[in-house]
């Protein structure tokens, strides 16, 4: 658990020593100092990583990092819309765009190493959040209406396929009397 959180927190120090001026704050990675220094005070914590206060505070970093990706992407995504706009810098855009290549690869070993993500991460946009997680009957209803519709794509598919396969039998048939 400690040396998850420990690797994650060095890459997340290697973007911003790219050797390329970055204007992203490194703000955003106190929290993950700070923890660690608590776990390595706290002999409880590190007797159960299965608890969840250590569950919570993982989310807790999870999100933060989602919301550097985030911030990560919409500033290299500007960065390439306005390549060919006066002032730019592309050596500022390429730095941004290996800090999210970064970024995204740390995220995505913490979420598997800590078991988090498996769980979905709600959006931390507050227009687009939902105020609670769906059930499981929404869930289900969810599933059960995708698959319908799935199946119902197959079938036309294939019956495309077979209006198709008699077309051409019988207009192979014509050719050979």
Known sequence: MSSTQQS??????QSSTS?????????????????????????T?????????????????????????????????????????????????????????????????FLRQTGVGAYPIPPSDPQSAQPDPPTEQQLIADTTRNIQQLYEQLKRTQESSAVVANLLGAAEARSKT
């Open 8 to 13: 994650f927190t060095s890459s997340g120090s």
């Open 19 to 43: 050797g390329f001026p970055l204007s992203i704050p490194s703000t955003t990675f106190s929290h993950t100092s700070s923890f660690l220094s608590q776990e390595t005070s706290n002999p």
């Open 45 to 109: 914590t590190l007797a159960d990583p299965n608890s969840p206060e250590t569950f919570k505070q993982n989310v807790q970093i999870s999100l933060e990092h989602v919301s550097r990706v985030n911030f990560l992407a919409r500033s290299a995504l500007n960065g390439i819309q306005n390549a060919y706009q006066v002032g730019n810098n592309p050596a500022q855009t390429e730095a941004e765009l290996t800090a999210l290549n970064q970024a995204i690869r740390t995220l995505a070993e």
